[in-house]
């Protein structure tokens, strides 16, 4: 099956409403600490038609007969704490069906994404990975990415009454 790589348009809101949903599914299996509102993945379609209008934001799509089965969100993300660059990439989402996983189809939305980011003057970009995600953790070392700093978490236990 061919894949073509292309910009995000207003059309693909459903279909990547759905993709939202798988991603967070996912990541709710992997992780029990993961968790998401459903209420405001289902209202994905309008905070997607949101973000596919905003300048320093955009998404690309990977499409095979004419179903889109991956997608990757990217977006500039301003340090105001006095780091270096000022302005990073960042990457917000990245999602490609099971089907299609292992078979290098995200990196030509990379590449793609990283010429995007040298137009705005970027020269680095940032992503977050669950730390049980393995397989993802992975195939983002294989694209490049280093570690270099450490998310940690601890869940708040509840007051004592």
């Not at 459903?38 to 973000?51: K, Q, S």
């Not at 730390?131 to 007051?159: I, Q, Y």
Request: hydrophobic residues 45%.
């Amino acid at each position: 099956m061919a894949v073509q790589f292309r910009r995000a348009t207003e059309s693909d809101i459903p279909e990547l409403s759905r993709l939202v949903a798988a991603l967070a599914a996912w990541e709710e299996a992997l992780d029990p600490r993961a968790r998401f509102d459903w209420d405001g993945i289902r209202d994905a379609p309008n905070w997607l038609n949101l973000v596919l209008n905003r300048e320093h934001h955009a998404i690309w799509v990977a499409s095979s007969d004419a179903r889109i089965v991956g997608h990757l969100w990217i977006r500039l993300k301003r340090n105001s704490d006095g780091a270096i660059p000022q302005s990073i990439g960042y990457i917000s989402q990245a999602f490609m069906e099971e089907g299609f996983r292992g078979r290098g189809l995200m990196k030509p939305m990379l590449e793609q994404a990283y010429e995007w980011f040298r137009d705005a003057g970027t020269t680095v970009v940032t992503l977050s990975v669950l730390h049980r995600n393995w397989v993802g953790a992975t195939a983002w070392r294989r694209l490049g990415f280093s570690d270099w700093r450490e998310e940690l978490r601890m869940d708040l236990k509840p007051r004592p009454k």
